[in-house]
């Protein structure tokens, strides 16, 4: 739920308000941590995160630069979703070893999901 933040100016006898919407900076439908989750606002948050290609030309290697960009166009929840999406999700594809390929697919590429980093995923083997 988008709030308003009011800002009053004086200036000589005159007083302004401008009013600009603003964005909760969680994903609650009350205060942090209280009430439930707001999918659409999560949704809408993502499809408005650009391409990748768009996001390394924008980052030119600078996670200040990445930070200041996705607020300007996506608002101040885009960043941190992003971060915790890269942080926490550590699947990734692998090429399935020649063995193991299954013949009746009719192609030597063939990949399969591993949920684990690769350093959990070696221990385990």
């Known amino acids: ?17 401008s009013q600009q919407p603003t964005q909760p900076a ?11 989750k707001d999918f659409a606002l ?3 948050t993502i499809d ?8 390394v030309a924008a980052a030119k290697g600078s996670n200040a630069r990445l930070k200041e960009y996705l607020n300007k166009v996506s608002g101040p929840l885009a960043y941190p979703l992003l971060q915790w999406v890269i942080s926490s999700n550590h699947a990734h594809v692998e090429p399935v070893p020649p063995q193991h390929k299954i013949p009746f697919l009719g192609t030597d590429h063939q990949f399969y999901l591993v949920s684990d980093n690769p350093e959990k995923e070696r221990q385990f083997r």
């Open 1 to 17: 739920t988008a709030t308003l933040n009011a800002t009053a100016t004086t200036s000589g006898s005159d007083t302004s308000i």
């Open 26 to 36: 969680h994903f609650y439908t009350e205060t942090y941590g209280v009430g439930t």
């Open 48 to 55: 408005s995160i650009p391409s990748i290609d768009e996001l």
């Open 42 to 44: 999560i949704g809408a």
